[in-house]
């Protein structure tokens, strides 16, 4: 099955943007490798918007001057034991305002499988105009032509028998989780686009709270790629982002630039126990339990019947848990857990709900309890 487990990988977007280029994807590709991320499972390298060239006199898509040769490039990223992603729009242009697949579905996924691509990005942008314009002030024929241009690159890709994650954009509308699984999209997003700020990401990961039930092995809710080590977050701030996107069971698409990673930031892109939460066997997306203000206490079922718990304070000044307030009975537990504190790498013995720890400004805990 593609994407059994929420995909893991690295897009060009949060970072490089419209600079992307060939030569920083290798690079990406030789980071990828040599510093572990690979081996934690970052295996899909995505390209994002800006690739695009024109046409040919045939109509077949050419990658523009940034991007040389597509199929040198996806043998350069398969001979590092990697997987290649690209990006497109139903529309006729993306959202950067290059050559979209409009009419072009079925040779567009053609050529993407000629090249070796493993991974399709899909993202809205101009067809919203179309739908606009052919089903005008009907909202329900608007969503109807939505659904159909996803289901119409879904089948393109099928045609061409290679295994791709097809990766929706539309940011949510019409509730894409309740029919995202029909039109074949393995991860769907579920929002606007995230920024490298601590507001923004933390108002997109609370946010989900409520759509654990539609994600699934094969089919994932998608708050946007990661933003850690992007922008000024700090590292609790970098922290409570990786531990929110692994409680989510939320696809790990990193975004940073690979050649200044600090070793704080790899070791948050790379906590074993944090991925192994995220990449869970049972493939359920963990909900709020409990929320008094800045103050969140969300838990994830795993496999083997334990539990992760990550208590966060959103708030601007350091929170004390008080006495009585994990909720673990709220969580299915009788009495006394066991629990490992994930950031900490520390096993913490028995717990009660009566356990104590002060979380910092826009910081986090992560519990396995069991
Ligand atoms: C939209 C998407 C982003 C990115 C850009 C590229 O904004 O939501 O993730 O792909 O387009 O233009």
Known sequence: MVAATPPMGW???????????????????????????????????????TWEGKRDTDGKIQSNEKFPDMKALADYVHSKGLKLGIYSSPGAKTCAGYEGSLGHEAQDAATYAEWGIDYLKYDLCSYGGVMKTQAPNDPAGQNRLMHEAYEKMHQAILETGRPMVYSLCQYGMDSVWEWGPEVGANLWRTTGDISA??????????????????????????????????????????????????????????????????????????????????????????????????????????????????????????????????????????????????????????????????????????????
């Open 11 to 49: 897009n060009s977007w949060n970072f490089f943007a419209g600079k992307v280029t060939d030569k920083d994807i290798r690079d990406t590709a030789d980071l990828l490798v040599s510093s572990g991320m690979r081996d934690a499972g970052y295996v899909y390298v995505n390209i994002d918007d």
């Open 197 to 370: 700020n601590f507001d923004r990401m933390s108002l997109i990961g609370r946010s989900q709270a409520g759509l654990a039930k539609f994600a699934g092995p094969g089919h994932w809710n998608d708050p946007d790629m990661l933003e850690v080590g992007n922008g000024r977050l700090t590292l609790d701030e970098n922290q409570t982002h990786m531990t929110l996107w692994a409680m989510l069971a939320a696809p790990l698409i990193a975004g940073n630039n690979l050649t200044v990673m600090k070793p704080e930031i790899a070791a948050i892109l790379m906590n074993k126990e944090a991925i192994a939460i995220d990449q869970d066997a049972l493939g359920r997306q963990g909900d709020r339990v409990f929320a008094d203000g800045p103050l969140e206490i969300w838990a994830k079922p795993l496999k083997n019947g334990a539990k992760a718990v990550a208590i966060f304070n959103y708030g601007e000044s350091p929170s004390e848990m008080r006495k009585d307030n994990l909720h673990l009975k709220e969580m299915g537990f009788a009495g006394a857990v066991t629990a490992r504190d994930v950031w900490a790498g520390k096993d913490l013995g028995k717990i009660t709900d009566a356990y104590k720890v002060t979380i910092p400004k826009h910081g986090v805990v992560l519990l396995v309890v069991r």
